[in-house]
C-alpha cells in the first residue's frame, strides 16, 4: 500500500524500505493539477502516410516494464510462486523494485534471488534513509550472485513526499547531492560501473547527475496518455544526455468514481495501457515500468485507489490489462520461418485513414513476420458518469507496394487468435475505436548478391 498523488510529470509514491502497513498512516497532501488540463490532440486527416518508425521484436518487448514490490511480506507479493506465474503469464521481464535488503524484518528481502535466477531483471530504486555505503553493499552483494540481474540503478524516489537527509542537512538540496553521490560510487564501483543510473524523482523536478531522465506521469480521469509522455519527452529533450528518458511509475487504477484523480473500469485499463505502452516506445522512451503488477491488499469497502493499480487483482486474477499486454508480447513475438540466404526485405507500407489520426509502429519480428500496430486516441471515457464511452469504429487502411502473405490481423483485448485472415493481400483495412488493432504478416527476402 502506497499513498499516491500525480502531476504532470511525477506521479507521488514512495518505493523505500518501509512496510506497507506503515505507508497506510501517510496522510494525503495537496494534488497538483496539471495534467488534467491539458486539452487532448484534435484529430485530424492526415491523408496517406508512410510507415517509418521500425523496431525489433526484441527491442520492443525489452522497453516494457513493470512495478513490483517483492519484499513486502505482508500482502499478495508474500507468495513468491504465485509473483514468478504472473508475471511469467504477463511476458515482462524489466522490473522496477527496492534494493534487495536481506536483514529487513519478514524475509521479504531475500525473495529476490528467485526472480533473478528465473531471468528477470531489475531497476533497482535506493532507499535514501540507507548509508550510501549500506546501499552499494548490498548492490555489489546481489550482483556478485546474479551478475545479469541489475539493468539501473534509481535515485530516490519522489523526494518531494519523503524528504532526504544527507551529509547533515534535509530536503531538495540534500536530495540532489545524494543523487551525485551515488552517481559518482556507482561509476566508480568495478562491479557497477556499467549499469545505467536514473535520476531521482521529485515534483516540482530536481536534477542531480544521471545517465538517464526519471519521470512519473499518471494520466488522470481516463484521459489518453500521448499528452503526457509528450511532456516527458520534451522534458528529455532540455536535459544533458539528451533523449535519454524512462518512466518508471505510469498507470491507471481500476476503481471508478472513487480516488484522487479518477479510475476506469478495467477493460479501458487496458485499452490505455496498450496505448501507452506504444506511445512511450514511439515517443523514444528507453523503458516504462507499468505501476504495478499486483492488487496486494484487500479491499472490501471498494475506497481505496492504491489497492486497484495492478495488473492483476488480490486473487491472482489477471486484468483485461494484463492478458492485453500478454497478446500484444505473444503476437510480436511469433516466430517466422527459419532465416533463408538474403536479406529480409520488408515492404514499403503506407497507412490512410479519413478523419482520424492513426498512430503506427512496425515491429520486426524473428524470421520472416512483422507486426504493424495501428491505434488512435480519441476519448475513450467519460470521468463524468465513470463510465467508457462508445467510440464509432473508423478505417484505416494498410496499403503495400508488394504483396503481404499470411496475412492475420489482431485485437490484443478481445483474444489471442485473429480476427481476420487473408493468405495475400495488398491492402488491409481495420476498424480503429481507441486502441491498438495488430496486423501481422510474412516479408519478401532477397536472394543474395
Do not use: C
Request: charge should be negative.
Amino acid at each position: 500500500m502506497r499513498v499516491r498523488f500525480y502531476s504532470l510529470l511525477a506521479g507521488a509514491s514512495v518505493l523505500a524500505a518501509i512496510t506497507a502497513t506503515q505507508a497506510e498512516r501517510l496522510t494525503r497532501g495537496p494534488i497538483t493539477r496539471l495534467a488534467q488540463d491539458m486539452p487532448a490532440p484534435t484529430p485530424t486527416g492526415l491523408g496517406k502516410t508512410v510507415v517509418a518508425k521500425t523496431i525489433g521484436e526484441r527491442d520492443f518487448i525489452d522497453k516494457i516494464g513493470v512495478n513490483t514490490h517483492i519484499s513486502y511480506t505482508d500482502g499478495g507479493y508474500a507468495d513468491v510462486a504465485k509473483v514468478l506465474e504472473s508475471l511469467r503469464y504477463l511476458g515482462v521481464n524489466n522490473l522496477r523494485d527496492a534494493v534487495p535488503d536481506p536483514s529487513l524484518p519478514g524475509g521479504g528481502g531475500s525473495h529476490f534471488g528467485a526472480f533473478a535466477s528465473s531471468g528477470f531483471t531489475f531497476d533497482f530504486v535506493v532507499a535514501s534513509n540507507l548509508p550510501l555505503s549500506k546501499t552499494l553493499s548490498l548492490l555489489e552483494d546481489f550482483a556478485r550472485v546474479h551478475p545479469r540481474a541489475i539493468t539501473a540503478v534509481e535515485g530516490p524516489n519522489e523526494v518531494n513526499n519523503w524528504p532526504v537527509t544527507y551529509k547533515g542537512q534535509t530536503g531538495p538540496d540534500a536530495a540532489v547531492e545524494y543523487q551525485n553521490d551515488l552517481f559518482k560510487a556507482v561509476k566508480a564501483n568495478p562491479a557497477l560501473d556499467q549499469l545505467l543510473v536514473y535520476n531521482l524523482t521529485s515534483w516540482p523536478e530536481l536534477f542531480g547527475k544521471f545517465d538517464v531522465y526519471n519521470a512519473h506521469t499518471y494520466p488522470p480521469k481516463g484521459e489518453q496518455p500521448e499528452a503526457a509522455i509528450r511532456n516527458v519527452m520534451d522534458q528529455a529533450g532540455r536535459l544533458e544526455p539528451k533523449d535519454k528518458a524512462a518512466i518508471t511509475e505510469i498507470g491507471y487504477y481500476t476503481l471508478p468514481g472513487k480516488g484522487t484523480w479518477g479510475g476506469v473500469d478495467e477493460p479501458t485499463q487496458a485499452k490505455l495501457t496498450l496505448n501507452l505502452i506504444l506511445d512511450s516506445v514511439n515517443a523514444g522512451i528507453s523503458r516504462v515500468y507499468l505501476y504495478q503488477l499486483l492488487d496486494a491488499y484487500p479491499d472490501p469497502a471498494a475506497s481505496e485507489m492504491e489497492k486497484h493499480f495492478g495488473l492483476f487483482d488480490i486473487t491472482y486474477r489477471p486484468k483485461p490489462a494484463a492478458t492485453a499486454i500478454r497478446n500484444l508480447v505473444r503476437t510480436v513475438s511469433a516466430k517466422g520461418q527459419a532465416e533463408a540466404a538474403g536479406a529480409q526485405r520488408t515492404p514499403n507500407l503506407t497507412v490512410s485513414s479519413d478523419g482520424l489520426d492513426v498512430k503506427h509502429l512496425l515491429v520486426d519480428g524473428d524470421g520472416d513476420v512483422s507486426t504493424l500496430i495501428l491505434w488512435d486516441e480519441r476519448k475513450i471515457w467519460d470521468p463524468e458518469n465513470n463510465t467508457a464511452l462508445p467510440v464509432k469504429p473508423v478505417p484505416a487502411t494498410v496499403e503495400s507496394e508488394d504483396d503481404m502473405t499470411a496475412v492475420e490481423v489482431f485485437d490484443p483485448t478481445a483474444g489471442a487468435e485473429p480476427i481476420e485472415r487473408s493468405e495475400k493481400a495488398r491492402s488491409v483495412t481495420v476498424q480503429l475505436q481507441g486502441y491498438p488493432k495488430l496486423v501481422r504478416f510474412r516479408t519478401r527476402r532477397q536472394g543474395p548478391h
